[in-house]
């Protein structure tokens, strides 16, 4: 366990669905990303959150759309996906200002889109 | 069909060997290193990590080495196991940004 979790593990989705992905961190940090695993690309950082704000967008299609409520919780909404945003989309987050720079990943969500 | 996956590096080692992964970065600002483990099924584990002002530290059965002249960076595992099967991924930071840039990962197998 890293104390960062993410619903849900598992998602079947056609292309004019709409849902969400979640995370929580428990480890009181406040800086949270989201990251596309694909097989056919390293890993990509996709949005950073540094307090809540938006810092960092990796030129993400609109059709994925990022929420940061507060420092513990990080969602990320889908809407009219397409095949190949098939991937495993992982959260992660680290303790910005404190002059650590790890970052603690969460176990991922398993997207399928059809 | 036969998904194409990324073809990955892979490093078989026997069991009670010691594996060293190896790791190059184009980045000479990178003031930050690390390793992350990823097991089947499950997101990337931090394992160590190295700051630019050192050139080796040293964790449980766990080595980091950064040699910043020729910008390369390795892992040694002492007395591998097989719990240590994985895919082994390198990270570097530049200096001042926040974002971690990611290797394309090593697959290391323990044969037993």
């Known amino acids: 366990e890293t104390g960062v979790t993410q619903t849900p593990r598992h998602l079947v989705m056609g292309m004019t669905n709409k849902k969400s992905l979640k995370c929580e961190q428990h480890l009181g940090h406040n800086a949270m990303y989201w990251y596309k695993q694909s097989a056919k690309k390293p890993l990509e950082l996709m949005f950073v959150y540094n307090f809540k704000e938006q810092t960092e967008n990796n030129s993400v299609p609109s059709r994925f759309s990022p929420e940061c409520p507060n420092s513990s919780h990080l969602f990320l909404h889908l809407h009219t996906l397409q095949p190949e945003d098939s991937a495993l989309y992982l959260c992660?987050?680290?303790?910005?200002?404190?002059?650590?720079?790890?970052?603690?990943f969460g176990p991922g969500t398993r997207l399928l889109v059809l | 069909g036969e998904s194409v996956g990324l073809h990955l590096p892979t490093l078989s080692v026997q069991e009670g060997d010691n594996s060293i992964i190896n790791c190059a970065y184009s980045?000479?600002?990178?003031?930050?290193f690390i390793w992350y483990k990823q097991e089947s099924g499950k997101g990337p584990q931090f394992i160590i990590d190295?700051?630019?002002?050192?050139d080796k530290r040293q964790g449980q059965r766990v080595t980091v080495l950064l040699n910043k002249t020729v910008k390369h960076l390795s892992l040694q595992i002492a007395a591998t196991q097989p719990g240590d099967s994985a895919v082994y991924f390198c990270?570097?930071?530049?200096?001042?940004?926040?974002?971690?840039?990611f290797g394309q990962g090593t697959r290391l197998t323990i044969n037993p």
């Open positions: 980045n000479s600002a990178s003031d930050y």
């Open positions: 990270a570097e930071k530049d200096r001042g940004a926040q974002k971690l840039v």
């Open positions: 190295i700051r630019s002002n050192m």
């Open positions: 992660a987050s680290s303790p910005k200002g404190s002059g650590e720079e790890t970052q603690y």
